[in-house]
């Protein structure tokens, strides 16, 4: 099917009239491996640019037949009149690989201006340490320091065991390139303690996190203290002599 098309097999990089017009032609004729060709190359920025040019028809069936393309970086370049439509057409799975190698602070960024049905269906993608850092920097207040910050450290719950804790961190592909301890969580999310790498690895596996706990760390009401507690957290990971002094 490609002799319909006046584009060379060795496609640019650059997003033109020609290219959108390709597209268009290949969504038309259901050639997948003809559209994998054109976009695959492109700039998240212009993928964006392309997918506000054509129809909302052509669109769902662009992404109906363009599977996995959507990720975290062309959401973030959507305008958000056809963010929000984007997001309602992808399912779990889709939208899980589209946010998977976001930081933290880019789900932020790209929460904020989306309403609720939509920021439930990004959370829901992320595992479940990702959701946590994520919901404590959208419990600070707007273009404050505690939302603006990036965090990445490694959360647990603290009813695991030390071999549930290494299967999570074996499995986890997305892991801070540095690292030193595991952050501990009781249910309600909030950080109890924190577990170091040398005793999680020099522990059995049946033994419980909360048995090889660093130190302790202060629980806080719920307010000002309670959200200011997420600093902490980022204190921590950077310095484990830090003290918490939300209290």
């Known amino acids: 099917m490609t002799d319909l098309y006046d584009n060379p097999p060795e496609l640019s990089d650059v997003l033109d009239a020609q290219r959108v017009l390709d597209v268009r032609l290949a969504v038309e004729h259901e050639d997948v491996a003809r559209l994998h060709m054109l976009l695959d190359p492109l700039h998240p920025a212009d993928i964006a640019d392309l997918l506000e040019q054509i129809s909302d028809g052509l669109r769902t069936r662009l992404l109906h037949f363009w599977k996995g393309g959507i990720d975290g970086d062309v959401l973030s370049e959507l305008d958000e009149s056809i963010r929000e439509d984007i997001i309602d057409?992808?399912?779990?799975?889709?939208?899980?690989?589209?946010?998977?190698?976001?930081?933290?602070?880019?789900?932020?960024?790209?929460?904020?201006?989306?309403?609720e049905p939509q920021q439930e269906a990004i959370l829901d993608a992320l595992d479940d340490a990702e959701r946590i850092v994520v919901e404590q920097s959208l419990s600070f207040p707007e273009n404050s320091a505690g939302r603006l910050m990036q965090r990445e450290v490694v959360m647990?719950?603290?009813?695991?065991?030390?071999?549930?804790?290494?299967?999570?961190?074996?499995?986890?592909?997305?892991?801070?390139?540095?690292?030193?301890?595991?952050?501990?969580?009781?249910?309600?999310?909030?950080?109890?303690?924190?577990?170091?790498?040398?005793?999680?690895?020099?522990?059995?596996?049946?033994?419980?996190?909360?048995?090889?706990?660093?130190?302790?760390?202060?629980?806080?009401?719920?307010?000002?203290?309670?959200?200011?507690?997420?600093?902490?957290?980022?204190?921590?990971?950077?310095?484990?002599?830090?003290?918490?002094?939300?209290?």
């Open 89 to 115: 057409g992808l399912n779990s799975a889709e939208l899980a690989h589209a946010v998977r190698d976001l930081d933290s602070d880019d789900v932020v960024d790209l929460l904020e201006d989306l309403d």
């Open 156 to 247: 647990a719950p603290e009813h695991w065991s030390v071999g549930q804790a290494i299967d999570y961190l074996r499995r986890h592909q997305n892991l801070p390139e540095q690292f030193y301890h595991m952050i501990l969580i009781d249910p309600r999310m909030r950080p109890t303690g924190y577990v170091t790498l040398g005793k999680l690895l020099g522990a059995k596996r049946a033994v419980p996190l909360h048995d090889i706990v660093g130190r302790q760390l202060p629980h806080h009401p719920s307010g000002s203290a309670g959200k200011r507690c997420g600093l902490c957290i980022q204190s921590i990971s950077l310095d484990l002599s830090t003290r918490c002094r939300c209290g």
